[in-house]
């Protein structure tokens, strides 16, 4: 099965004087593919931030191996990798048709909005991504 | 007396891919300015985003007459000109050396965290804008 | 017949800590629709910023209605409403159901890569601007 | 010896919905840092980013402690540990007073403006680098 994954076209917002697109902003596109992959599980904002909780990213390790242009059309993979605790990981990567762009771990953790301290996350998710790590 | 304003250096992080800096930051660069200016009346964090009251942008014109590009040092100024009821206006300028890159006019308006509904701008701040408006 | 218009998903990196979408963030997404609106035209990366010449805005105003939040679904209009030399001009808006958010016009002028200086729109761009502002 | 550093201050433009700095500035301000670093060795924008040569970020590992929020006044830090052949490493880290925030290690490779192929850092630079390694 493919792993799931969102288009993101590079506008001129993306890009920086080296002509290329600014690196941190990968960053930015792959939080894009991690919410469309949470929502496409059934969890929506109301399920990732709301009064209760919301999750931070407490680890990113990413590697970069092609630069993007202005105007290009990317696709940017997320696939949960781990869920445990208050913790889950998603293994992610910017593609350019079959060309790897960048790939990256990023770890997310489940937080309490009042306290800003770790909580567990809640059963129904950690369900749908166990699911979702085990092929589901 | 010189207006106040505040230097800026232009990181990688604020370019584009034509080479100079992208347009929509200056707006960044003003908002720093203003922040800085509102600070040099004694309203730092606590006066503008408190429990009760923030403030928000609600018009901007702006004029970009010419283009800063990487590692520029740049100078921003934010004027008042107006403070009436829950909204005030800010003259703003980024200059490289005696170039003028843009100008604007920025309106802001007090608005209530809780209801986003306008609130009087809270006295001490309306009389210190009003006093820095008359070459106070 | 409809103006054009995009859709746009508020994320996490288009707002701040007053909870709205920053208002800075507006007009990265009026140049989405402006680039997708060039584009319906015919006139995608290589039409409108290549060796030879490039757009860049020349003035912007804009009024700010009411604020987006986190995971709005917005549409974002893009209209020319003037095409003149080497500059023109669009009306955008920012809409959210039948809400209007915010509003604006963007001067934007062709600048020749080389020299920065302002060139005539090449014709068959400026045929195609009059007609759509013509109704076409 | 203290390691190299630059202040910052959080502006609105850092910070998201969380109401705490958006994860993926941190490494905005750690490029500051990285910049004004090579600025402190001799290299200004000329060294760095000009006809022949470029610097990209190859690789990042970044570790979230603890949030920034808006207004918080930061130290980033940006000490190199490692240069050779066209690339060099630089640990960075962001404080708040004594209180760690988050750290990082990047990497960096030189590239040919050209041909965005690596090539070896210029002499002088690597030497200053190595001797900053070094404790000079």
Known sequence: MNPFSVPVRVYIEDTDAGGIVYYVNYLKFM????????RSLGFGKDGIF?????FVVRDVKIRYVTS??????LRVVAEPTLVKG???VVRQSVHRNDE???????????????????????????D??????NGG
Request: aromatic share 4%; charged share 25%; net charge negative.
């Open 31 to 38: 939080e894009r593919a991690r919410t469309e992959f949470m």
């Open 50 to 54: 709301n009064d209760g909780i919301m």
């Open 68 to 73: 993007a242009v202005l105007d290009d059309e």
């Open 86 to 88: 208050a913790r889950f």
């Open 100 to 126: 790897l762009l960048a790939d990256a771990l990023v770890e997310c953790a489940c937080v309490s909005r009042i306290s800003a301290t770790p909580v567990r996350i809640p059963a129904a998710m950690r």
């Open 128 to 133: 749908a991504l166990s699911n979702a790590i």
